[in-house]
């Protein structure tokens, strides 16, 4: 076999209908757009209209909301930490703050604050300085011989 023998098997590829290549061919002048209008230009796509019933996203039923002046926290468990902790990614014996879990790598940024959460196990003593963290979680850096220091969230400072 060579290259100049190779082709595809009859009827696996269709030709494609060249458009706008002249009347004679039969799909000329305006490619089979019809005629004027929006959907007759190039680039142009009308999502979500339905031809002036009521489309579809609008007739769902809306539920919900999101308070603009909510207060976004990042998270970070336990068990994170005490990997971080056993890979020396932490010095368990300073104090460990929402900065200094940044430059370890552990969440990238404050937001408005870290909140510890109870996943995981912590078997090393620490003393954590957060914004906000769950009862479980506390009791259980208590347990380990450690502590942890809430901060004011950052919208509480504000409006006091």
């Known amino acids: 076999m060579k290259l100049n023998e190779l082709a595809d ?3 696996s590829a269709k030709k494609l209908m060249r458009v706008g290549r002249g ?5 000329g002048k305006t490619g ?9 230009r190039s680039g142009v796509a ?3 209209f339905e031809g002036g019933q009521m489309p579809l996203h609008m007739r769902m039923p809306k539920r919900g909301f999101t308070p603009p002046s909510q207060a976004r926290t ?6 994170v930490l005490q990997n971080a ?4 990614k932490l010095d368990a014996s300073k104090a460990i703050t929402e900065d200094t879990l940044v ?4 969440i990238r940024r404050k937001k408005d604050g870290v909140r510890l959460l109870a996943r995981g196990e912590l078997k090393t003593k620490v003393n954590i300085t957060v914004t906000g963290a769950s009862a479980t979680a506390i009791a259980a850096v ?6 942890v220091t809430l901060l004011k969230p950052p919208a509480a400072e504000a409006a006091a």
Do not use: C, H, M, Y
């Open 23 to 27: 009347v004679g061919s039969g799909k």
């Open 142 to 147: 208590e347990k380990a011989g450690g502590s």
């Open 74 to 79: 990042t998270w970070i468990n336990l068990g």
């Open 46 to 48: 009308i999502n979500g």
């Open 32 to 40: 089979g757009r019809g005629v004027k209008g929006q959907k007759s």
């Open 85 to 88: 902790i056993d890979n020396k």
């Open 103 to 106: 430059e370890a790598g552990l």
């Open 9 to 11: 098997n009859p009827g």
